[in-house]
């Protein structure tokens, strides 16, 4: 590495000499860009030039970005591979550049910027305007790797933004810190971040124009948000999922970590607010899923759906997902729960038999697991297929290791799994198990029955592993009404019996008369259907 200093300065003269002498003290060449300073900042950063500081003076301001980029073509023709952007105005505590340029030596090809640190200098407005930059960033790149895009205390790897500056524009002005990081970023550049003191000096000279720069840096994120979305476009594949389990986890985990902590720090609805434009982007770019709810909506509520209605679709789920994460972190009331039928419940709750439990992705089932007492839930063993929810279990797991707990992997079941649940429902235990999806594997088995008025393919397996345990077998639904939900258990068989030459027969009457369940349920309320798959195009 090949390191130098960088400092723009427009009007800054009182402390630019201190800052320019700490980095010539850790052996640092330094340019410092005059971005149109009038006097006496102009005489005072002219009688920095000389031992080992290289002066560059634009006649005219043309801006905090314009003075860094130029500063950026300097060290590189100089022959310099890093660069070290600090301000002039000594608002950065300069202790914290030995731990900036470590940062770089371990990683040579990152952006190593300073995360501020401040003291109670921090004017409110600008606090609030840092923290609405640093939600649209998290937007922006999907990611939360970005803590602060706004503080101009790095180390820059000058290839890549001299690639970078070769084929996309930046911006010129206050606007320039958080372009250029998010665009490296969307390049592949890794991104460090090292905690920095900043504060503001008294009597300090701002530079930042509260209305023309608020309106570049708006302007700034509607583009790169634009932009991003373009690049989403772009990205998208054209071929359509043929099973659910390949339609991948839409979600990185930074991003669902974000939504966590909104949680954490706005409640319910101030989480929901911010996860509105999240949500958008994943209807727009989830094709296969937006088809998926439209088909689903359409049949219904046997009328064509606008397309807002699907959004309202997509919203729901995303306030599915964070009503557990609520549930499951202790932030759910009591009397979040409505117990339907409790008759059917209570005398499941007292009979020792094991049970099969069929649910499925109609509302939101595992909120009441959440909810139960610890020894009810300890009595269940949930059949789960995670590998296309991996980031949203880690999380969950993270936050509340009980969500993980009896949960069983049924991709690939063989007879050890059947062998263990025969144990688990001799002991008493219910075995969950979703209904409403085909089977993982191509050789599954699965009966083409009515639904909403169409023919939809429905796993055989609930059944077939019901006769296998050879134990009562109950439904349950778990839907939003209002400001909680409602619980409902019923008793669907007392047992399940298949008998020879006439298997096909039993399951497919089986399969139809939970099909009919479901679409009752279903019916009540469309928009808490959260299979996202094309359901009707899975017939054999």
Known sequence: MNLCAIVPSHNHHTVIASVVARLRALGLPVFVIDDGSSEPARSAIAALAGDGVTLRRFEDNQGKGAAVVDGFRLAAAAGFTHAVQVDADGQHDLDALPALLAAAEESPDALVSGEPVYDASMPLGRKIGRWITHIWVWIETLSLRITDSMCGFRVYPLAAVLALLAEESVGRRMDFDTDIMVRLFWRGT????????????????????????????????TRLVLSMLCRQWCKRSPQVASHWSALG???????????????????????????????????????????????????????????????????????RALDTFIAWTGGARADAVHIANGEVLAQA????????????????????????????????????????????NRILSEVCPEAALNMVQVTEMGPATAIDLKERVERGEWVVIAGDRTPVLSQGRVSVVPFLGHDAAFSQGPWILAAVLDCPVYLLFCLREGDHHTLTMERFAERIALPRGHREVVLHGYATRYAGRLEDYAQRDPFQWFNFFDFWAMKP
């Open 190 to 221: 890794p991104v460090r971040m090292v905690p920095v003191r900043v504060v503001y000096p008294p009597a300090n000279t701002s530079n930042f124009d509260m209305l023309r720069d608020n309106v570049r840096i708006s302007w700034m994120h």
């Open 249 to 319: 986890e839409r979600g990185a985990y930074w991003g669902l970590r974000f939504c966590a902590g909104a949680y954490r720090l706005l409640g319910r609805r101030g989480c929901l607010v911010f996860m509105a434009p999240i949500v958008f982007y994943f209807f727009a770019f989830g094709r296969q899923q937006r088809r998926a709810s439209q088909t689903f909506l359409s049949r219904a509520l046997n009328r064509p759906v606008r397309l807002r209605e699907s959004y309202r679709h997509f919203l729901g789920f995303a306030a």
């Open 349 to 392: 709750m007292t009979d020792p038999r094991g049970a099969v439990v069929v649910v499925s992705h109609l509302g939101n089932v595992d909120l009441a697991r959440a909810l139960m007492d610890p020894e009810t839930r300890q009595r269940l063993t949930v059949l789960v297929h995670t590998r296309h929810a991996v980031n949203y």
